[in-house]
Nanobody, 121 residues
Framework: QVQVAESGGDLVKAGGSLRLSCVAS????????TTWYRQAPGRQREEVAS???????SVLASVQGRFAISRDDAKNAVDLQMSSLKPEDAGVYYC???????????????WGQGTRVTVMS
């Protein structure tokens, strides 16, 4: 079974930077799409950024120019580099991976437990 785990969440001051990582593990697999989401207290969960197997990316309009998503296939990792952080960026960030396992040729759609980002105003 494929699993993903997020790391990198921390407490930062407004204007600071953080790099979040989503690392996949398990049996041999191919990830077709990885998506970062976030959820702030009292707000709906929203998609922040995604990256596909073909390299195509999408980024939430409100974070464009400040956030960047990248992939490291050797590490089975997808990173979210965040800069110029604002208080409204605070929340729990989740990673979701969709792909195919090689052994069974079955698709998977898995979520991590999340990592918390706190931004001080």
């Amino acid at each position: 079974q494929v699993q993903v785990a997020e790391s990198g969440g921390d407490l930062v001051k407004a204007g600071g930077s953080l790099r979040l990582s989503c690392v996949a593990s398990g049996s041999r697999f191919t990830i077709i799409k990885t998506t970062w989401y976030r959820q702030a207290p009292g707000r709906q969960r929203e998609e922040v950024a995604s990256i596909q197997e073909n390299g195509a990316t999408s980024v939430l309009a409100s974070v464009q120019g400040r956030f960047a998503i990248s992939r490291d296939d050797a590490k089975n990792a997808v990173d979210l580099q965040m800069s110029s952080l604002k208080p409204e960026d605070a929340g729990v960030y989740y990673c979701r991976a969709f792909g195919i396992t090689h052994s069974t040729s079955r698709t998977f759609d898995v979520w991590g437990q999340g990592t918390r980002v706190t931004v001080m105003s």
